[in-house]
């Protein structure tokens, strides 16, 4: 391999292929991926019933029909 087909790992100064995708000497992302990673889905608790909400007021339906 020639002297220009390497770059330097910004993490650790070891010479890497420029078709690396992570370091193999530290293992430090080279290139971006593909895709960035999604974003975080914002938590959902407290909003609105939910499945154990739904269960839940399903189960006391029924309790309460039983009595009529």
Not at 14 to 27: E, F, I
Request: some cysteine; glycine content about 8%.
């Amino acid at each position: 391999m020639s002297q220009n087909q390497l770059t330097k790992c910004p993490a650790c100064d070891h010479d890497v292929s420029l078709q690396a995708r992570t370091c193999p000497n530290c293992g430090h992302p080279l290139r971006n991926q593909a895709s960035p990673p999604p974003p975080p889905r914002p938590e959902r608790e407290g909003q609105g019933l939910g499945f154990w909400g739904i269960v839940g007021a399903v189960v006391v339906a029924i309790i309460i029909a039983s009595f009529l």
